[in-house]
């Protein structure tokens, strides 16, 4: 067996995981912390419970909650000078993807001076970022575990991706608590991103025994329970399962890498601004079929632990409502060439199993159109 390194943060899962920010915080050395967060989970008090913990620790805090869905480098940017305008030094970032990207976004540009979008690509980070805590309100991103920090630069309407060691957060605080105020389509949404994430890293050029371990589980738990937990939104216990999938789906990808999916994902949100969890979800049966060949007997092990066979993909989809066509985004046939192109030069396309063209790519997209 070949050597293969694993990268992990200190993670803490359970209930009520989240209020252990301040403790946490004080042990990294903290003395005044940006609390970065989104409006939409600020409004449903998550942000509040733990800055709370941060204040019953004595530590003074500054919020920035002015992200976007997909994160701008503008408010990467911005956030990094109210950092350095307020003298903290050290970051909590409480909420999905987005958050938890630009505070990363942040971090890097605190500790370099340097813009953003100069870091895209893999271990293009030299200089050691402040402490960083991530707390995830969604059972998906698992930007909380992983390598990855994914920008969108507006100018070019391009998602840039940030991949290495040096963006895996000090701390992940995971707690299911949060995930009782996601919306059902919502819920839906990031749930086939985690299921994405951990097919994706199975087939990937750069799996290994560890990341397939945690993949095949994380298909397990998110498809048994995905649908369950729309049906009971405040069941813990189902969100746990889903918050435990998503976790084993994001330690898998962080260290085995993704496929074309999220790079098509990402052209699509670079270019339109579409949600990232939808597009994943859009694309998944389409991208599956093209790859079979090149990775059958591994996307036949994904069909036993979906518990289906596997081009019934389409079935959990429809079950958990998520049924829109690129068309109804607003993607046009006019787009499908320029989105080719920026997805081929995505860095996730290097580990997909099957090597494609441009013209393979716009097919795709034709597909889902």
Known sequence: MELRKFVVPEFIFGQDARLLAGRYARNLGARRVLLVSDPGVTAAGWTATVAESLA????????????????????????????????????????GGSPMDCAKGIGIVSSSGRHILEFEGVDRIKDPMPPLICIPTTAGTAADVSQFAVILNTHDKL??????????????????????????????CTGLDALVHAIE?????????????????AVRLISANLLKTIQHPEDLDLRSRMMLGSLAAGMAFSNASLGAVHAMAHSLGGLLDLPHGECNAILLDHVMAYNFKAAAERYRRVGEALGLELEEIRRIKTAVGVTRRLNELGVKTGDLGMLAEKAMHDICIVTNPRKPTRGDLEAIYAEAL
């Open 56 to 95: 019953e620790a004595g530590l003074p805090l500054v919020e920035y909650t002015a992200v976007s869905p997909n994160p701008r480098e503008d408010e990467v940017m911005q956030g990094a000078e109210l950092f350095h305008e307020q003298g903290c030094d050290a970051i909590v970032a409480v909420g």
């Open 201 to 217: 890293a199975y087939v990937s050029t750069a799996n290994s025994p560890v990341t397939d371990l945690q993949a095949l589980e």
């Open 159 to 188: 998602k840039i991706v940030i991949a290495g060691k040096a963006a895996v957060p000090d701390v992940a605080l995971i707690d299911p608590q949060p995930l009782t105020s996601m919306p059902a389509y919502l819920t839906a």
